[in-house]
């Protein structure tokens, strides 16, 4: 959490409570921004209507996946009557600049100045945003349609409303650069003027929804936008998962167990619990494996730090158990990928006569790569924060596994 | 009880002196910008300055900064002005970021030390600082065009 609560960390949709409120503004953690919320002058923002009845549901793809795809702009995009832009990122960045690129596809088609772009991070609603899955490189390739039609949308819609207001052909009236043109008339308006007359209108698709052709992008593809948390970066203010602050918080390290699948046969806390900061020794069960993507389970060590914790989790004595892969060899298990690589496969598929021509071939050569069996190992440890619910201070989404019991940061 | 200097400010504490000074930074001062990464000085992603030199503070008790001047991401300029903050800016540097503080601190304390480093000068001052995301030839460039942003070494 930012100090004022209201944007997620960076890797994470995580937001204020009211994220959950069905009737909520579709663009939430902006409510220091009250002229964004509809409340004062002009926001291209009112309630969320019902996803668009455009095309017949198809179910390949972002639109097969849970949530679906969405291009409603009044999911993504705010305009104030100042004319700044707020755009909400609804996937989860971890590096791969999607902060930027999603946010860069909109204001593109928007014809937004990217100097008045706003980006907020969207806490996780896949019932609202779509699927916020984020993995797999499908942001971009699953939602670069949906984000352009959001864009071309809503830069629609500002043009239906200057061309009500001045009473001329939409068709005759050009939005460029946040500032709406007509030529015939000489008028000119910047988008704040008439964001919150678009925000009644409906919202255009199929056949009346006219995308950029590619030639008219202006930041997509033009490598010149920089990072939108460059600076945030660059100055120590970005907020990672294990930055999350919260008044009163202690830290916890886990001992996991050293085999996969292991778990603890026996533990003596009494060393941790004499290490000056250590607050209390928890021994936590893990999920059976195969685990997917459930806790592996260990000894989790509390304390009034992360040194504490670190040092307490030192003086734990602990008797494993280390279950089924105990006899686990990773010289043996090498030995069976190679044997297995090695022997006849199984065809799948077959275009030409690969075999036959390689067999004929004058110079043949061989190359085996071999990659270890290891853990991912992110420069972040994987970290989580939470607070017991409801006396959480600024209230997140609940974690949704199981039944909400805390709020979490980042989100479940 | 340590006496120190942080960014700027001086600070006492009466906690434990062997605490690394990442925890006194991240946990007691709520100076989150130093990372954590591996604790055993082979990342480098908590990289701070103690006296204006490059340090890891996951392995520098608060003890050793008794008296001392200690500046963190944080404090290496109060708007982002630095000119190595401005070169990683500019040329997009970070990717996901979580190296980057490191990078910045080491990178700054090696141009205090060589104003003008060569591509040698450079790898042997940031072999100590991984980045996952594999940064390295945006991190070179960066330091070059800091050198230029401060007036070109001279
Ligand atoms: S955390 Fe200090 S070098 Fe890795
Ligand atoms: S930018 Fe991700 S680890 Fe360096």
Known sequence: MTPDGLDAPRGAAAAPAEAHDADAQPILNVSRRAFLLGLGAGA?????????????????????MPGGLKDDPRLFVAIAADGTVTILNHRAEMGQGVRTSVPMIIADELEADWARVQVRQAPGDEARYGNQNTDGSRSIRHNFEPLRRAGAAARQMLIAAAAASWKVPAAEIVAEQHVLTHAGSGRRAGYGEFAAAAAALSVPSGEALKLKQPAQFRYIGKGRIGGIDNRDIVSGKAQYGIDTRVPGMVYAVVARPPVYGGRVKHHDAAAALKVPGVLKVVPLDGAPIPSAFFPLGGVAVVAENTWAAIEGRKALQIEWDHGPNAGYDSQRYRAALETASRAEGQLVYERGATYAELARAERKIAVEYYVPHLAHAPMEPPARSCAPMPTAPRPGPACRRRRPRATCWPAC | MVTLTVNGREQRFDGNPEMPLLWYLRDVLGLTGA????????????????????????????????????????????????PVQQAWTELNVAQCGYCQCGQIMQAASLLKDKPKPTDADIDAAMVGNLCRCGTYTRIRAAIHLAVEKSGGGA
């Open chain 2, 35 to 82: 990372k954590y990464g591996c604790g055993m000085a082979l990342c480098g992603v908590c990289t701070i300055h103690l006296d204006g030199v490059a340090m890891r503070a996951c392995v520098t008790p608060v003890a050793a900064a008794e008296g001392r001047q200690v500046t963190t991401i944080e404090g290496l300029s109060p708007d982002a002005s630095h």
């Open chain 1, 44 to 64: 291209l923002v009112l309630a969320v209507a019902p996803a668009l009845a455009a095309d017949p549901p198809r179910r390949y793809g972002g639109d097969g």
